[in-house]
């Protein structure tokens, strides 16, 4: 037996131990309700179908020319970048309640969060910035 897409099948493999590692958990807490089966369920078959896709050559094919189209690579750079967007928003959004709520409240935990978004915040943009600049060099 041949493994034609070797990330699908690495992914089936980890979805599987997933709802392998679900179960026992499960089982160990003695806490298996039915959000916890759907869960072990889901995992498993979207696991065992990614394998079976990974071991097909024909299913194989279509998906590395499914993963080269141009629009799926386009939604994909676009969902990226949108995503990219909303986290930095996200973050400048909270670094700012929090730095308001530590003064406000006088908590330093506030502060010290707020403190640590606005460095997660200031990488984002400079990872930005220096993004930018090395694409702009390249065209």
């Known amino acids: 037996m041949k ?24 089982l160990m807490n003695q806490d298996l309700d039915v959000l916890s089966i759907i869960l072990i369920i889901a995992l498993s078959v ?41 986290t930095q928003i996200i973050s400048f959004i909270l670094m700012l309640i929090l730095l308001v709520a530590g003064k406000v409240s006088g908590y330093e935990g506030f ?6 978004l606005a460095f997660a915040f200031a990488i984002s943009m400079l990872a930005e910035f220096f993004t930018y600049i090395y694409y702009e060099s390249k065209n």
């Not at 034609?4 to 131990?17: E, Q």
């Not at 696991?47 to 050559?57: A, D, E, P």
């Not at 502060?111 to 640590?116: D, E, F, H, L, T």
Request: net charge positive; glycine share 8%.
């Open 46 to 86: 979207l696991g065992f179908s990614s394998i079976m896709r990974s071991l097909s050559q024909n299913m194989a094919k279509e998906d590395k020319l499914e993963e080269l189209d141009e629009r799926n690579r386009f939604i994909a750079l676009k969902s990226k970048s949108k995503s990219f967007q909303l």
């Open 111 to 116: 502060i010290s969060i707020g403190v640590g």
């Open 3 to 26: 493994i034609y897409n070797k990330k699908r099948f690495a992914s089936g493999v980890f979805m599987i131990a997933l709802g392998l590692l679900n179960l026992i958990a499960s």
